[in-house]
């Protein structure tokens, strides 16, 4: 039986091949996309060692003890059996919150002598590594979407320099044989299509009072999760044309393949490759906006302990391939809304751990990340990060440094399409919210493009968190190219 087809952009032969050379064990991600019928390889992003403190709590449960650096980092390992799987999957959490839509962890680089790597103990290894990246990766998701079970394994060979390219299936009732697969480089870079969108969100969240105790991490996620699993059923337009899924997303793509095999194409014009921008497309989703009812048993008035209050403008992003069909920009966008929304709660709630317990009585500003947008380093796709007040645009351009392993120019962040508004405009807009319906509702659609929308985030009776506000508005939705 055939395997796979991996695709991958011609810059990354050069930079398999330079890993080689250095003779050092590396282990590390590989971001791209899943198609019907190929897999397209887009970077390398190598797994860093983390600082001392940066695991969360369940992470660090789970790494042994080691030895360490004077710096206070664990030892960079020597060979596969001595990763330790909840680093690499720390990075993957890591790693997802940065990718628009569209984009994925798709598996795992492996550098390292052919000794090392055929032995069943590294095989087990492996394998072990890259469920649990696939079970932080499809976390932030909550259940909306399925991620493909089927991982590649790029193993570099430090000796004879060789790639050699492996599936597997990683879901608990597969056997975990690898399948061969086959690595293209493509010389003139793969042909990306982006579409870009802009979701107007309110949710209006009531805390249960009688309810089994829990972080109020958790207890927002399981509140968001009957949202995230209603969005997805939504109807998306695309420029403002409601399309057939399964027609591909530009009409003429058919067209341009048979042309381009036509001519011998090779995706290089007089030995230049062809570096024009993606095609740009804007979907608007339609969101039903009916009230969802909250998960549990009982029904009527329920005395509630607090209130959350999450309403504002996402601005979003994907990227397909060149043949993909709508069906398939329809789940990238989706894929992309219900990542960004989950990203910003669990970065919100790591920033409040950080914080004292307050005693204040009345509102309490906090204000969630926004999102920024990252162009070049290299890549024919844009990634994005989210940044808190007081951050700027080099603390971007150091992450995707330190988590991706890109050198990405300040002036190459986009931090135009969210920004924050001003506190006495959140009060004034949020005196009516709390008043609301104590159910999951509110007006939940695609906002246009130029009308600015507050992002509000508001909890009140919460212990140690009182009332809290945040707000961001969309300045514009131009895509990026």
């Keep these: 039986m055939m395997g796979r087809t991996v695709i991958a952009e011609e810059s990354l032969q050069d930079r398999l091949t330079a890993l080689a050379k250095v003779g050092t064990f590396q282990i590390g991600l590989l971001i791209g996309q899943n198609a019907r019928d190929r897999d397209y390889l887009v970077h390398l992003a190598p797994t ?14 789970a790494v042994p003890h080691s030895p360490k650096t004077e710096h ?17 999957a720390q990075h993957t959490r890591q790693v997802v919150r940065m990718l628009p839509g569209g984009l994925d962890v798709i598996g795992l680089f492996v550098v390292t002598p052919q000794s090392d790597y055929d032995t069943s103990q590294s095989q087990s290894k492996i394998r072990s590594i890259l469920g649990a990246v696939h079970r932080t990766a499809a976390k932030i998701l909550l259940e909306t979407a399925e991620l493909r079970t089927e991982k590649i394994i790029l193993h570099v060979c430090t000796q004879s320099f060789k790639c050699t390219v492996k599936t597997v299936d990683v879901s608990p009732t597969a056997v975990g044989i690898q399948n061969s697969a086959e690595l293209r480089f493509h010389r003139g870079g793969v042909k990306w299509q982006q579409i870009s969108y802009s979701y107007n969100i309110n949710l209006n969240f ?41 027609d591909f997303l530009d009409p003429y793509a058919e067209e341009k393949q048979t042309k381009k095999k036509g001519s011998g ?27 969802l009812a909250v998960e549990g048993p009982g029904s009527g008035l329920e005395e509630s302990s607090g209130n959350v209050r999450l309403a504002g403008t996402v601005a979003g992003l994907a990227f397909v391939h060149s043949k993909a069909t709508v069906g398939e920009a329809k ?26 317990p307050s005693n204040l009585v009345g509102p309490i500003i906090h ?8 162009e070049g380093g ?32 300040a002036e190459h962040v986009d931090d135009t399409l969210e920004t924050l508004a001003d506190a006495t405009e959140v009060m004034d807009s949020g005196e009516g919210g709390v008043g609301e319906d104590p159910r999951l509702g509110g007006d939940r659609s695609s906002a246009s493009p130029t009308c600015p929308v507050s992002y509000i985030l508001l909890a009140s009776g919460v212990a140690a968190l009182g009332i809290a506000f945040s707000y961001v508005t969309l300045q514009s939705s131009k895509a990026l190219t």
């Design 48 to 61: 860093p060692i983390p600082d001392e403190g940066d695991l969360s709590s369940e992470e660090e449960d």
């Design 72 to 88: 206070g980092k664990s030892k960079v390992p020597e060979s596969i059996s001595k990763v330790v799987d909840a680093i690499v």
């Design 206 to 246: 009531w805390l249960p009072k009688d309810k089994s105790p829990q972080s109020l991490y958790k207890l927002i996620l399981s509140l968001i999760k009957p949202w995230a699993q209603s969005v997805t059923k939504s109807l998306i337009l695309i420029d403002s044309e409601l399309q057939n899924s399964y």
């Design 265 to 291: 194409g090779s995706g290089v014009r007089g030995g230049m490759a062809d570096l024009s921008p993606p095609k740009v497309f804007t979907a608007e989703i339609l969101d039903s906006g009916a009230p």
């Design 331 to 356: 789940s990238s966008v989706l894929v992309d809304l219900v990542r960004s929304v989950v990203a910003r709660w669990e970065m919100h709630c790591d920033s409040l751990v950080e914080e004292p």
């Design 367 to 374: 204000e969630p990340p926004r999102r920024v947008f990252l």
């Design 378 to 409: 290299g890549l024919p796709v844009s990634l994005c990060d989210y940044l808190f007040p007081g951050d700027n645009t080099t603390d971007a351009c150091q992450s995707a440094k330190e988590l991706l392993g890109l050198t990405v120019r």
